[in-house]
């Protein structure tokens, strides 16, 4: 089991964050840090402040040296994949191959709808979605890439210069939906972001997604499990060592019992 944790960028300023990701850098029990991919803050005041995932996470990746970097999750609807997929490369270079590239099919109406940015209906999400890993996968591995699908037309197109980790910076899908999202995490990522419920709930979606691992003969022990903690506002660092400490004295009881 490896450890990790998200901060949020809403209802924070920027030097707390950065001090969060400078001195978790230094604690070699967290594996990764991530940021999420919202314009507002989500579940508190949507009048807040929220800082943009993507460009945070690039100058976090600056600030830091070791931790693997992530957006949990991109929503895919936001960006064209082939922007995105240009926005994963490069930060894949300038990161040194740290880059987790989350991804998944969007949800939030007030934040799309402000924008007016069309989120479509779950059926229209999802196929968006899979259409977007494709051609994601694609650009991300491939010298061209052509896709004639019913979102998304590329026509022999290019993504110069590709990452340092082939064939593609591991690809992290977030959701619970058993007859899509869990089947789309099957077929195209490197690991699953179970996005919250209890035990009984995660070991039922867990199987649910084994099965649809078998279905296309992929085994879904590929991944190391990853447990993400997410340190809400206000950021201190201060919190990080208690709780590797933790970390560290809860995986000897498992070693010891």
Not at 64 to 83: E, F, N
Not at 220 to 237: F, G, K
């Amino acid at each position: 089991m490896q450890f990790a944790f998200k901060t949020s960028p809403q209802n924070t300023t920027w030097d707390d964050m950065l001090a969060v990701w400078r001195a978790a850098d230094e604690i070699d029990v967290y594996e990764s840090g991530w940021t999420f991919d919202h314009f507002y803050p989500i579940f508190s005041d949507p009048t807040g402040p929220c800082l943009e995932g993507w460009i945070t996470l690039t100058a976090l990746a600056q600030a830091t040296q070791r931790l693997r970097i992530g957006v949990l999750v991109t929503g895919i609807h936001y960006r064209h994949p082939a922007v995105l997929a240009n926005m994963a490369a490069t930060l894949d270079i300038v990161s040194a191959g740290r880059l987790e590239l989350g991804i998944g099919a969007g949800w939030n109406e007030e934040e799309s709808g402000a924008y007016g940015i069309e989120l479509g209906s779950i059926k229209e999400r999802f196929d968006r979605f899979e259409e977007a890993c494709q051609v994601l996968k694609g650009l991300l591995s491939q010298e061209t890439t052509a896709f004639d699908g019913a979102y998304y037309q590329l026509a022999e197109a290019r993504n110069e210069p590709k990452g340092p980790q082939r064939p593609h910076p591991p690809i992290c899908i977030g959701g619970n939906g058993e007859k899509r999202t869990l089947r789309i995490t099957a077929r195209y990522a490197d690991h699953w972001n179970f996005v919250g419920g209890t035990p009984e709930q995660f070991a039922h979606k867990r199987d649910v997604l084994a099965g649809h691992c078998a279905d296309i003969g992929r085994d879904p022990r590929e991944r190391l499990d990853l447990a993400i903690v997410y340190l809400p506002s206000p950021h201190d660092p201060a919190v990080l060592e208690p709780l590797a400490e933790a970390i560290r004295d809860s995986g000897q009881r498992a070693n010891s019992g």
